[in-house]
C-alpha cells in the first residue's frame, strides 16, 4: 500500500488526462483514441490493490459475467456475418473486456478519486470539444496518430448529456447559483443549435430536474415534475394531435436555430415521423434486430456484428417513406445501417444472455436513483450526476452508444455513488447504535 500511496499524485494526473481527452476526443494513435492508453496506464498504476477492490463488489462480478458471455457469442458466431476474421474478433473480445474495466474500475474507485478535480477536466474538455464542433473542423491522419476535430451531431449530443451531470457539478462547485443557473439554458440552447431532436427533449426533461433539486427551497418540484411529464406522456401518446397543438406554440422562437427539431414538434416534412427517414431507419432497424434475435435468441451474432448481418429485411416495402432510396439492391444499403437503439443492439449481437446481464447491471441502480432523486430530503451535489446516467439511458434508446467508454464510466460512477451512499448510511447506523 505504501507504493500506492506514493502514486496518488501520479494516479489522479492520470484521471485528469484521461477525464479531459474523453469529453474532448480528438486525438487517435493506431485506431484507438489517447483515453484508451491513458486508461492502461491508470490500470497499472493501481495494480497492486484495483483487483482486490474489484473482486470484492458484487457488481464488478456481473460486469465480468458480461464479458464471459459476450466474449463466448463473439468467439462462436463469426461465421453468420460478412467478412469474417480472426482480427475483427479478437478486437471485439478487446473491446468488450475494456468497457468492462471501466465499468468495474469506476464504481470500485469512486470514493478514491477526486471528483471536483475530475469534473474540472470533463467540463475544460466540453469547452474546447463544443467550441471546434461549431467553429473548426478538420483532420489531419499522421500514419499512427490521428488528429480529428470532426465529430458527429449525435456523438457530440450525446457527449454532453452523459457529462452534464460532471458540469454542472463543477459549476456549481465554483460559480454562485445565479451563474450556475444560467448555464442550464445555454447548455440547451448549444444542443437546439446542433439540430439534433431527441438530445434536445432528453436535455429539457433533465433541465427540468436539475433547477429543484439543487435549490433546497424548490425540492418540492421534484415529485411535480416527474408526475406532470408523465402524464404529460400518457395525454400526448394517446392523442399525438395534442402534442401538435401544444408544441406549435413555441416552435417560432425556436425555428431559426433548430429547423429539424422545429419540424418534428409540428408535424410537418420532413421532420414528421411519417415521413422521416431517420425516423423509418429506426423503426426498419427494430424488424431487423427482432429478425436476428428470433434466429439467434440466446448468444446473438456477436459483438460489432450488427452492420456485418445480412437480414431479409421482409418488412422494408411497409416503409413508404423510404420508397424514394428503395431500389433493387437497397437491402444491402440498409444493413450497413447502425441499430440505432443501444438495448436493440445488445439483444441482437449478445442474445437474451447478453441484455439481461447488461439489464441486472443496471436496473438496482435505476431503482435506486429514481428513489434518490424523488425523495426531496438530504440533496447532494453529486446527485446532479444521476440526472446525466437517467438521460444517457434514455438517450442510448434511440442511438447506439453502449459501444463507448464514456457510457461505461457514467454507469461506473453511478454505481460508485450508489455504493457509497449506501456505506455512508451503514456506518451512521453503526454509529447510532
Not at 4 to 11: G, N, P, R
Not at 81 to 102: A, D, E, H, R, T
Not at 181 to 191: G, H, K, S
Not at 324 to 341: M, R
Amino acid at each position: 500500500m505504501n507504493n500506492f500511496s506514493f502514486k496518488k499524485k501520479e494516479l489522479q494526473v492520470s484521471l485528469n488526462a484521461f477525464a479531459f481527452f474523453l469529453a474532448w476526443p480528438f486525438l487517435d494513435i493506431l485506431g484507438n483514441s489517447i483515453y484508451f492508453y491513458i486508461f492502461i496506464i491508470i490500470l497499472l498504476y493501481t495494480k497492486s490493490v484495483t483487483g482486490k477492490y474489484i473482486q470484492n463488489s458484487k457488481a464488478n462480478k456481473l460486469f465480468a459475467l458480461f464479458f464471459f458471455f459476450g466474449a463466448i457469442s463473439s468467439i462462436t458466431h463469426p461465421i453468420l456475418v460478412n467478412n469474417p476474421s480472426i482480427y475483427n474478433v479478437f478486437k471485439s473480445i478487446i473491446q468488450l473486456g475494456y468497457w468492462c474495466l471501466i465499468g468495474s474500475y469506476f464504481s470500485s474507485w469512486f470514493n478514491r478519486i477526486n471528483i471536483f478535480l475530475f469534473s474540472k477536466w470533463i467540463f475544460i474538455g466540453f469547452v474546447l470539444n463544443t467550441l471546434f464542433f461549431f467553429l473548426i473542423k478538420f483532420k489531419i491522419n499522421l500514419f499512427i496518430i490521428n488528429i480529428d476535430f470532426i465529430q458527429s451531431r449525435n456523438g457530440f449530443i450525446f457527449n454532453t448529456i452523459c457529462f452534464s451531470g460532471l458540469i454542472f457539478y463543477y459549476l456549481y462547485k465554483t460559480r454562485s447559483v445565479k451563474s450556475f443557473l444560467f448555464t442550464i439554458p445555454f447548455l440547451n440552447f448549444i444542443i437546439l443549435s446542433t439540430d439534433g431532436r431527441a438530445g434536445a427533449i432528453i436535455l429539457l426533461l433533465m433541465s427540468l430536474l436539475i433547477i429543484p433539486m439543487i435549490i433546497s427551497k424548490y425540492h418540492g418540484l421534484i415529485k411535480f415534475s416527474i408526475i406532470s411529464a408523465s402524464l404529460f406522456l400518457i395525454i400526448v401518446s394517446s392523442d399525438i394531435s395534442k402534442f401538435y397543438t401544444l408544441a406549435g406554440r413555441i416552435v417560432p422562437y425556436i425555428q431559426n436555430i433548430a429547423p429539424r427539431f422545429s419540424d418534428l414538434l409540428i408535424g410537418a416534412r420532413p421532420g414528421g415521423l411519417a415521413l422521416d427517414k431517420s425516423w423509418l431507419i429506426r423503426q426498419l432497424m427494430v424488424d431487423k434486430g427482432i429478425e436476428i434475435n428470433k434466429k439467434h435468441p440466446v448468444l446473438g451474432i456477436g459483438l460489432n456484428n450488427f452492420t456485418k448481418y445480412s437480414a431479409e429485411l421482409k418488412t422494408l416495402p411497409n416503409y413508404f417513406g423510404l420508397f424514394n432510396e428503395y431500389h433493387l439492391g437497397n437491402i444491402t444499403y440498409y444493413n450497413k445501417k447502425s441499430s440505432h437503439n443501444s438495448y436493440l443492439s445488445i439483444l441482437a449481437e449478445l442474445g437474451y444472455i447478453g441484455l439481461i446481464l447488461f439489464l441486472v447491471i443496471i436496473i438496482p441502480t435505476v431503482f435506486w436513483v429514481i428513489k434518490r432523486i424523488w425523495n426531496t430530503k438530504n440533496k447532494s451535489e453529486l446527485d446532479l450526476l444521476l440526472v446525466s446516467f437517467i438521460g444517457m439511458l434514455i438517450h442510448i434508446y434511440v442511438i447506439t452508444a453502449f459501444t463507448g467508454a464514456n457510457t461505461w464510466v457514467l454507469i461506473g460512477l453511478t454505481i460508485g455513488l450508489k455504493n457509497q451512499h449506501f456505506l455512508n448510511e451503514k456506518r451512521m447506523s453503526n454509529y447510532k447504535n
